[in-house]
Structures are given as structure tokens and as C-alpha cells.
């Protein structure tokens, strides 16, 4: 749909490489007429032509067309000066840049119908704002050191201190000649007066309350703090995936200090979607005469393969939570089905283990812990609440209250919104350990249904068991205390001693 003119004639159906190579040669051929006795009369020609080429494939936008038509046309008058095999790379570089921007067009489709519940949350705020700008088309392809295209995707300290979301930072940041972000070196900030001097000049105090000794002693405490906070924020946005804060502003280079190590070693870092800019092939065709310098790659690039996985990893996971709800709805027909008599507990162990290792597993984590589920609800939230509340019955995981409780970082203080969302993050740091926790929580959904759908008598009867003590206990978790059940034809309540018969007790589904 977005093959540009030139791709269509090289890519003609059952043509081979040669054919391609002529198909390419005919497009060169006719540009290559516009030498100096007859550029002028051939002007309005090839335009024409290179619009109706254009213009075939409805897919590209107005930007789109006028971009490609501006590149084609300022290539006309290099064209006819260069020695064949010049001419023939020319024609290629032809072929290739329609292929560019047959990528980008899908690429901008791509983005803007997936759905990504809250972009800068899921993605992080300069991500988000860099696929904005791809989508409105003010973001321009650059080309790595191997001359693929990507994009510099907006990452890092500089881009997350710019962000308004951070309003404390804001003030440090300044711009380049570009209107790109930029952040002091920790040199340049020792002095650039941020510090408040003590009046001995002894010390120094940033706006923080941090105080450090006015040495080069202190400078390192500066930059130690730094990096502790840098390394803090990385795993604060769902395991820091795409802000990048582990990568030093000024260096490029992932930071060896100690904020970001664990045993002494450099963490292991998750595949980064951004690529080192250094060539793999040192071997390069330059010809002045034709080809122009194209936008270079920095250290944020993605290629545009690297942009749509980035794309994916923030995106709803909408087959996990349908599958989540078909199970949840196969529980209900489970429970309809049951009579008076049988079995009417639920399977937790196979809906759990279906859930977990058939859903949870192969989905993305990231989704099924943040993203609002059908339910209205989100993991992430229902966690934090259940954590401050102490109730983690609740989530289905009252059997790891004493672990839960050791990560409180103020233990000898009632649990805080602080505490809660510190314990939520040291969960999302280990993924067996959220994925066990999401699979219990969806499964607590599944058993819910069930039990709701549950016919009164049906539900009542705890028959099938094997002593009245078993079915007082199974009947006080499914209904609380004060409720009625019945056993082998008999009613109690759930908060008696066993052997009460309750004639007149209220019923539970009355």
C-alpha cells in the first residue's frame, strides 16, 4: 500500500535482481536527461512524473509526498554528473528511501492504533513524547553508523528531569542548540551555584538539604547521592524499561557506580531497546557529488523494528485479559452446573496453574499488573491498597504476609501510601514473584464468579464432605461468620459449636 514509484518498478513482479537493476535504471534514466540544455524544459516533465509516481499510493500522507518528492527532485542535478556505477548507486539509494518511508508510514499506522492505556506511564513520559512526535510526523528519521533508520527516541536523565512531571528537576535543565534537553556534568554543577555555602565555606547545602563537605571528598558524596536518586527513579516507572537513567548524560555510557551494582557487580541490565551507534561494516561508499549528509544517530537511537517492539511492550495485552475472562466466564457455567449434593468448591489449583502458566507467562506481565482489567480494576492499585491496609487475604496472598511485612522499609511505623508504593515496587522487581501474585489475583476473580453464580441450595450444602467440622470451615470461607449451611440434610450456622442445629437462623440467599 505504501510502495513508493520508484519500489514499485524495482520490485516489478517477476522481475530478479537484473530486471530490478533496469526498472531502476529507467527511473535513473529519465532524471539523467536533465543536463544543462534541457534541465529547464524537462522541469515541469519529471515533477509530473514523480507526482503521478507518488500519488499511486494513497497510503502516504501530504508530508509524506512532498518530503520524497523534495528528496527526488534535489537529487536531479547530481544525478547526471556521475560515472555509471554512481548513477547505479544512485538508483539504488532510490529504491531504498521509498522503502524508508514505506516503513515509517507503517510504523505511524502502527503506533496509532495500538492502545496503550496511560502512554507515560506504560511507555515513560519522553518515550511517549517521542511517538507523539513520530505519529504528527516532527520527529525525523536519522541513520545509525550502519545507515539504518530509526529514530532518536527522547531517554534518559536529561529527558526525565525536563519533564514536567518532575518539577523539582526542572530548573536544571537547559536546552541545546537543537531545543533538545540538556544536564550539567556533576563538575559543572559543584559550582555552578545550585549549592548553598555554609559561611566558613566549610560546607555545602542543595536545595534538598543534602549537605556535603566543600572538598573534592564531597563532590563524590554529591555524586554518589545523585546516582543513588538516579538509580531509585530507574525502577520507579514498572521497572524503569524505557527511561534509560542507568546511561550517564554526558558520557553515553552505563553508570559503574556503586547506586547501580548488586554484590559489588554491575546489574544485569534487561535488553535495552537502544543501540550503540558504531558501524558494524567500517567499509563505506561516499561520493560527494550525490550524496547528501543524512540525520545522524545518538545514543537514544531505535531502529524502527526496535520502535514498534518498544511500542508492543507498552501496549494493553487485550488476548490476555480476553483469555482472563473467558475463564472467568467458564467458572460461572461451572457453577450453574453444579446440583445440590455435589462438589461445590471451586478448582483454585487448575485455574490457578491455567492462569499462570498458560496466560501470565506467555503475556505481558506489564499489562496484566497495571493496565485496568475488565473488572474495572488494576493489580498495581489493588495491591498497594490491600499492602496499606494490612488485608492481604484480600489479593490472595495472606500466606506471604510475614515476607510482605519484612520489606516495609519503616518497619517500627504503621505502613504509609510511601510504604505501600516502595513494598508494590520491590514486587515488580522480582517477576516470578509478581507473576505468581497477578496469576492469584485473577484467579480470586474466577472464584468470586463462581461462587456468585452459585445456586442458594447449592451453595448451602456442604454434603459432599467428609465431616461436619470440614463443612463449617469450608461454609465460614465462603460466607463469614453468622451464616447458614446445611450438612447431611441438617442447618448450622457458621458461629456455633458444630453440633447446634439453627431452625430459625436467617438464611444466607433469603
Known amino acids: ?71 527526488l527532485k534535489s537529487k536531479r542535478a547530481g544525478y547526471v554528473y556521475l560515472n555509471k556505477r554512481g548513477r547505479y548507486k544512485a538508483e539504488q539509494d532510490l529504491v531504498k528511501e521509498a522503502e524508508v518511508i514505506q516503513e515509517t508510514e507503517i510504523l505511524k499506522d502502527t503506533i496509532a492504533n495500538t492502545e496503550i492505556e496511560n502512554p507515560e506511564e506504560d511507555l515513560g513520559p519522553c518515550a511517549a513524547n517521542s511517538l507523539k512526535s513520530i505519529v504528527g510526523g516532527k520527529q525525523e528519521i536519522v541513520y ?39 544536564i550539567s556534568s556533576y563538575e559543572t554543577a559543584w559550582d555552578d551555584g545550585r549549592f548553598t555555602i555554609s559561611n566558613d565555606g566549610q560546607t555545602k547545602t542543595d536545595k534538598f538539604g543534602n549537605e556535603y563537605p566543600n572538598t573534592e571528598e564531597g563532590l563524590q558524596q554529591f ?17 524503569g524499561q524505557f527511561n534509560q537513567l542507568d546511561v550517564n548524560t554526558q558520557t553515553g555510557k552505563r553508570s559503574t557506580n556503586k547506586a547501580f551494582s548488586v554484590d559489588g557487580s554491575p546489574m544485569k541490565m534487561t535488553s535495552s531497546p537502544y543501540k550503540k551507534n558504531t558501524p558494524n561494516d567500517t567499509s563505506v561508499e561516499n561520493n560527494e557529488e550525490y550524496h547528501t549528509s543524512k540525520p545522524q544517530a545518538d545514543n537514544n537511537f531505535m531502529s524502527i523494528d526496535d520502535v514498534k517492539k518498544m511500542v508492543q511492550e507498552g501496549a494493553v495485552d487485550t488476548k490476555s ?62 495491591l ?44 515488580f522487581q522480582d517477576e516470578q514473584l509478581l507473576g505468581d501474585y497477578v496469576a492469584e489475583y485473577y484467579t480470586n476473580y474466577a472464584e468470586q464468579n463462581f461462587n456468585a453464580n452459585l445456586r442458594p441450595e447449592v451453595a448451602q450444602d456442604f454434603s459432599w464432605t467428609q465431616s461436619l467440622e470440614e463443612a463449617k470451615a469450608r461454609a465460614t470461607k465462603r460466607f463469614g461468620n453468622g451464616k447458614n449451611f446445611t450438612y447431611q440434610g441438617q442447618r448450622y450456622t457458621t458461629d456455633t459449636p458444630v453440633a447446634s442445629i439453627q431452625e430459625d437462623s436467617e438464611d444466607e440467599f433469603a
Open 223 to 239: 555524586i554518589n547521592k545523585a546516582e543513588e536518586y538516579w538509580a531509585e527513579k530507574n525502577e520507579e516507572n514498572e521497572l
Open 1 to 71: 500500500m505504501l510502495v513508493s514509484g520508484a519500489g514499485q518498478v524495482a520490485r516489478a513482479e517477476g522481475t530478479g535482481n537484473l530486471a530490478a537493476s533496469d526498472a531502476a535504471a529507467n527511473v535513473g534514466a529519465f532524471i539523467a536527461e536533465g543536463t544543462a540544455t534541457v534541465v529547464q524544459a524537462r522541469n515541469r516533465e519529471f515533477n509530473k512524473a514523480m507526482r503521478d509516481e507518488l500519488q499511486r499510493n494513497a497510503g502516504l500522507d501530504d508530508e509524506a509526498y512532498d518530503k520524497l518528492y523534495k528528496d
Open 384 to 427: 498497594e491498597e490491600s499492602i496499606l491496609a494490612g488485608s492481604y487475604e484480600k489479593m490472595g496472598i495472606g500466606k506471604d504476609a510475614e515476607k510482605l511485612d519484612s520489606m516495609d522499609p519503616t518497619p517500627d511505623t504503621p505502613i504509609t501510601p510511601e510504604d505501600a508504593q516502595q513494598i508494590a515496587r520491590m514486587i
Open 321 to 382: 485479559f480476553e483469555a482472563i475472562d473467558t475463564l472467568v466466564a467458564q467458572a460461572s457455567k461451572d457453577a450453574t452446573s453444579r446440583q445440590v449434593g455435589e462438589n461445590s468448591q471451586f478448582n483454585h489449583h487448575n485455574y490457578y496453574n491455567g492462569i499462570r502458566n498458560k496466560i501470565v507467562k506467555g503475556g505481558n506481565l506489564r499489562s496484566l499488573a497495571t493496565n485496568t482489567n475488565s473488572f474495572g480494576r488494576v493489580f498495581k492499585k489493588d
Open 144 to 182: 545509525d553508523a550502519d545507515g539504518k533508520p530509526g529514530y532518536n527516541i527522547n531517554a534518559g536523565r536529561a529527558c526525565f528531569a525536563a519533564d514536567e512531571t518532575n518539577p523539582t528537576l526542572n530548573e536544571f535543565v537547559e536546552k541545546d542548540e537543537n531545543g533538545n534537553p540538556t
